[in-house]
């Protein structure tokens, strides 16, 4: 626990603190706390010996939009990275270890804006933003394309485009981006009428479509990282192909309408993007500080038998967090 930040302080209280035994001069103990001379007891006001937290987290991209016309690949879900509240972190990856912080030192925190979906036919929608905490970054879901595969990096891949103007050649989806989420599925070969493939989620890939039914978005991500189950990351379906009884394709497991703090891709109900979030769990013997354009909500719960912090981090571009320990 932090040494008091004023009134009286032994040298037995400073070298308990310190971790060190025996008959300790003032000056050796300031010499072993860091602190240059000349040398006085105030030094130590508020001292701790502790110089960090381990965090753990949930972070979460934006995914990718799609088109509510005809052919476009349904939108790629938003990467995922966890170190704890699922079985698996995104792409199927083991749970990360949680990051070890230094105090009193800024990390950053940008949370990534779901893509924009499109309404109108032969328009590509746009991708998801990325979502980034300290060293984690996870990478925006892929827009659903209706004009070839989106292949361009991403979370989750969007579906490949449907065959309307190509003719019967099957494409590819998107790729995953690796321990983050999965891959776009393949449209079907029909000429002039062929349907696009599903969204990658975060735990499986986007489904290849039918004849002129979009292929199903790949599932999302079923945590209980704060304290009630939620689904992150899943991939939308494609939409629909041409021709009779054509129609979109279902969304992946653990999708919904809602946009906000879903990284869910666009889909079948909805065109646009879900947006990132990044959550964090660390003791409640270390304070928090937020810069002033993030936008969370804090509170306590009981982890493990012992008491924690838990934050929602749904706002922030290029915004700190700092931690201190205040016992």
Not at 48 to 54: A, G
Not at 59 to 71: C, M, R
Not at 127 to 143: D, E, L, M, Q, V
Request: aromatic share 8%; net charge negative; charged share 5%.
């Amino acid at each position: 626990m932090a040494l008091p930040s004023s009134g009286q302080l032994s040298f037995n209280d400073i070298a308990t603190e310190l971790g060190v035994s025996g008959q300790q001069s003032l000056n050796s103990m300031s010499t072993t706390a860091g602190f240059t001379a000349p040398h006085s007891v105030s030094e130590f006001y508020g001292y701790s010996n502790i110089n960090s937290v381990d965090v753990h987290f949930l972070v979460l991209a934006g995914g990718g939009g799609t088109n509510s016309g005809y052919y476009n690949g349904g939108g790629g879900a938003g990467g995922l990275i966890t170190s704890t509240g699922s079985i698996y972190s995104g792409g199927g990856s083991a749970l990360e270890d949680p990051l070890t912080l230094n105090l009193l030192q800024n990390y950053t925190i940008t949370v990534g804006a779901g893509g924009s979906g499109r309404t109108g036919f032969f328009q590509n929608a746009s991708s998801g933003s990325n979502t980034t905490f300290a060293s984690i970054t996870a990478t925006g879901g892929a827009g659903g394309y209706y004009n070839g595969s989106n292949s361009g990096g991403c979370g989750a891949g969007g579906g490949s485009a449907g065959s309307g103007d190509y003719g019967a050649v099957p494409r590819p989806g998107g790729a995953g981006t690796s321990g983050q989420g999965f891959e776009g599925g393949y449209s079907s070969a029909v000429q002039n009428y062929g349907a696009p493939g599903g969204g990658g989620g975060t735990q499986s890939a986007g489904g290849t479509a039918g004849t002129n039914v979009g292929g199903t978005g790949g599932a999302g991500t079923n945590s209980d990282i704060t304290g009630t189950s939620s689904y992150y990351g899943a991939g939308g379906g494609g939409a629909r192909g041409g021709g009779i009884n054509s129609a979109a394709g279902a969304n992946g497991t653990g999708w919904s309408t809602t946009r906000a703090q879903t990284g869910h891709g666009g889909g079948t109900g909805e065109v646009n993007g879900g947006s990132g979030v990044i959550i964090l769990k660390w003791p409640t013997a270390f304070t928090a500080t937020f810069s002033a354009g993030v936008v969370q909500n804090t509170t306590t719960i009981s982890w493990n038998g012992q008491s924690h912090y838990l934050s929602v981090i749904s706002g922030g571009s290029a915004d700190t967090v700092s931690f201190e320990y205040t016992g």
